[in-house]
C-alpha cells in the first residue's frame, strides 16, 4: 500500500530548509528547483506554490513556482517508476489552481514531466502540451576540437564590463530569447537583464581585439555544479566557431572551481548539440518546456 502524501511548504525557504539535502542529490537534474526558491527566498518574493510528495520523510518528487515564473518539476527516475508521485503532485495542483493563478507553464525531465502533464491536464481539462524540447548536457572535461585550438589562438574569453556597450549586448539578448522561444523582453528589460549580469560577473564575452563577437552566462552556480546559458552569436559573426571557442574555455574555465558544468540545447537546434557533444558535454537528460494553453 502506497505512504505517498503531499505536504505544502509556505514559502521557498522552508522548501529548501526541509529538501535542500535531498535536492542536492540530483543536484544537476534539480538545478532549477534548488536555484529558484533560493533566489525567491532572498528576495522575500511572496505567493507562490511549494510542494513534494513524500514517502514518510524521503522526497519522491516536488514542485516550485513563484508568480510569473515557470513550475519547476524536480528530478524523477529516468525509468518511469514514479508516476504514482507524479499524478499525486500534479491533482494536487488542479484543487489549488486560485493559489497558483496565472500559472502557464512547467518544465521538468521526461518521462515524469509528461506523466505530470496528461494527470493534470485530466484534472483541470485544461489542454497541455509540449513548448520546447531540449536536452541536458553535463561537462567534466573539455575535448579541444580542431576548430577551438584555432579559435583560441585568435580571441579571448573575458567578463563584461559596464564599460560594455549593454544596449548592444541586451539586443543580443532579446535576439537570443526570441531564438529559443523564451517569454517575451523588451529591449529596455533585456538591457536591464545583461546589466545585472555584468554586475555580479556572470556574463561572459568572446572578443577578437577589443570587439565583442559572442556571449554567453554561468548561471545557477551551486554546490557541484554550475551551469553555461545565453550561448548566442549575432548573424554578422556566425560560422566563424567564435560560440564554440567561448562555451568551450568558458567551461574548462568553471570546471576549475566545480565538479561539472551543465547546459540546455534546444533538440530542434542539431548544429548547436552536436557541437556541445564533440567538445565532452554528454547527454544525460531530456527534458519538456509544457505549455497550458486553454480550457479544453
Request: charged share 20%; net charge neutral.
Amino acid at each position: 500500500m502506497s505512504n505517498l502524501s503531499v505536504k505544502v511548504y509556505p514559502g521557498p525557504q522552508q522548501f529548501l530548509d526541509e529538501l535542500r539535502s535531498q535536492l542536492d542529490e540530483h543536484e544537476l537534474e534539480n538545478n532549477q528547483v534548488i536555484f529558484k526558491p533560493t533566489v525567491w527566498a532572498r528576495d522575500k518574493v511572496e505567493g507562490g506554490y511549494y510542494a513534494a510528495v513524500l514517502d514518510g520523510e524521503k522526497l519522491v518528487y516536488a514542485g516550485c513556482w513563484s508568480p510569473g515564473n515557470y513550475l519547476w518539476l524536480s528530478w524523477s527516475p529516468e525509468d518511469g517508476s514514479e508516476i504514482e508521485a507524479q499524478e499525486l503532485l500534479a491533482k494536487h495542483l488542479a484543487t489549488v489552481e486560485s493559489v497558483v493563478k496565472g500559472l502557464d507553464g512547467y518544465l521538468g525531465c521526461e518521462p515524469g514531466a509528461k506523466v505530470f502533464a496528461n494527470a493534470y491536464s485530466e484534472a483541470t481539462n485544461r489542454t497541455v502540451q509540449v513548448y520546447r524540447a531540449m536536452s541536458t548536457y553535463k561537462l567534466t572535461k573539455v575535448i579541444w576540437t580542431e576548430q577551438c585550438r584555432k579559435m583560441v589562438a585568435k580571441g579571448v574569453l573575458r567578463k563584461a564590463t559596464p564599460d560594455d556597450d549593454m544596449k548592444v549586448i541586451g539586443s543580443w539578448y532579446k535576439a537570443f530569447n526570441h531564438q529559443c522561444k523564451l517569454p517575451f523582453l523588451s529591449l529596455e528589460e533585456c538591457e536591464k537583464a545583461i546589466a545585472s549580469l555584468t554586475k555580479v560577473g556572470l556574463l561572459y564575452l568572446w572578443c577578437l581585439g577589443k570587439q565583442p563577437v559572442s556571449m554567453a552566462f554561468q548561471l545557477r552556480p551551486l554546490k557541484y555544479g554550475t551551469s553555461v546559458a545565453g550561448v548566442y552569436t549575432p548573424p554578422e559573426f556566425r560560422k566563424h566557431g567564435y560560440a564554440s571557442a567561448l562555451v568551450a574555455t568558458l567551461s574548462d574555465h568553471l570546471l576549475k572551481s566545480y565538479q561539472f558544468v551543465t547546459l540546455h540545447a534546444d533538440d530542434d537546434n542539431p548544429t548547436s548539440n552536436r557541437i556541445y557533444q564533440e567538445m565532452g558535454y554528454q547527454l544525460v537528460r531530456y527534458t519538456r518546456d509544457y505549455k497550458i494553453h486553454s480550457l479544453a
